[in-house]
C-alpha cells in the first residue's frame, strides 16, 4: 500500500525533552507531509517536505526526508506540554491523484 | 470564524437509517475532501471534488453518496448505515487541488456511531 507508517505508535517524554518520529512509506513521492491531531479535533498541517529537500524547519519542528531510505523524521525540540496530540505523516504520489495517504499515527503525550 | 466546519459534531444512529453531515469551507478554496478515521486511528481519503466535480472516488460503498452543491460546500450521504460505518469523518478542503503544493485544511470530524 501507499500510506505512511508512523514509528513508535505511542511516545511518552517529559517537558523540554526533544521528541523524535519516524515515518516510512513504500512507493517514491511527490512530497511528504507531517500533521498534527490534537485529542478530538480536525488535522493541523505542520509542514511539507519535497522530494528533492532533505531538511526542513519550522520553528521548533525540524523534518528531515530521505528518500534512499524512503523515509522521514519529525523532531520536536524542547517539548511542551501542549504538544501532547497524535503526528500522520502523509505522502503524496504522482499516481495519487488529488489524495493525501496518510499513516497511523504517533501518539506523542508530554508530561510536565 | 471556522475556515472549515462540518455538522453534526456527533451522531448515534441506528443500522439501517439513512443520514447526512455535512461540511462547509469560507475560504473560498476550489478543492475539498472527505476522510474516514477509524478507530485505529487510520485516516482514509474517501472523496474529492474540485469546483462540484468529483475528482477521487475511491473504493467506497455506493452507499455513500457526496453532494457538492456549490463549491463551498461538500455533503456527505449514507443510505442503509451499517456497524462498519462508525468513524470519524472528517472534511477538508486546499486553495486548488494541486496536491504538489497545497495545504489541506482541515474540519473538527463528525464522530458516526452506529448501533
Known amino acids: 500500500s501507499q500510506q505512511g507508517e508512523e514509528d513508535p505508535q505511542a511516545l511518552s517524554i517529559q517537558e523540554g525533552e526533544n521528541a523524535t518520529m519516524n515515518c516510512s512509506y513504500k512507493t517514491s513521492i511527490n512530497n511528504l507531509q507531517w500533521y498534527r491531531q490534537n485529542s478530538g479535533r480536525g488535522l493541523v498541517h505542520l509542514i511539507l517536505i519535497r522530494s528533492n529537500e532533505r531538511e526542513k524547519h519550522s520553528g521548533r519542528l525540524r523534518v528531515t526526508l530521505d528518500t534512499s531510505k524512503k523515509s522521514s523524521s519529525l523532531l520536536i525540540t524542547a517539548s511542551r506540554a501542549a504538544d501532547t496530540a497524535s503526528y500522520f505523516c502523509?505522502?503524496?504520489?504522482?499516481?495519487?491523484?488529488?489524495?493525501?495517504?496518510f499513516g497511523k499515527g504517533t501518539s506523542l503525550l508530554v508530561t510536565p | 470564524d471556522t475556515a472549515v466546519s462540518q455538522t453534526p459534531k456527533y451522531l448515534v444512529t441506528q443500522m439501517g437509517n439513512d443520514k447526512s453531515i455535512k461540511c462547509e469551507q469560507n475560504l473560498g478554496h476550489d478543492t475539498m475532501y472527505w476522510y474516514k478515521q477509524d478507530s485505529k486511528k487510520f485516516l482514509k481519503i474517501m472523496f474529492s471534488y474540485n469546483n462540484k466535480e468529483l475528482i477521487i472516488n475511491e473504493t467506497v460503498p455506493n452507499r455513500f453518496s457526496p453532494k457538492s452543491p456549490d463549491k463551498a460546500h461538500l455533503n456527505l450521504h449514507i443510505n442503509s448505515l451499517e456497524l462498519g460505518d462508525s468513524a470519524v469523518y472528517f472534511c477538508?478542503?486546499?486553495?486548488?487541488?494541486?496536491?504538489?503544493?497545497?495545504?489541506?485544511?482541515f474540519g473538527p470530524g463528525t464522530r458516526l456511531t452506529v448501533l
Open positions: 502523509a505522502t503524496v504520489h504522482s499516481n495519487s491523484g488529488y489524495a493525501l495517504n
Open positions: 477538508a478542503s486546499s486553495r486548488t487541488g494541486q496536491i504538489l503544493t497545497d495545504t489541506q485544511y
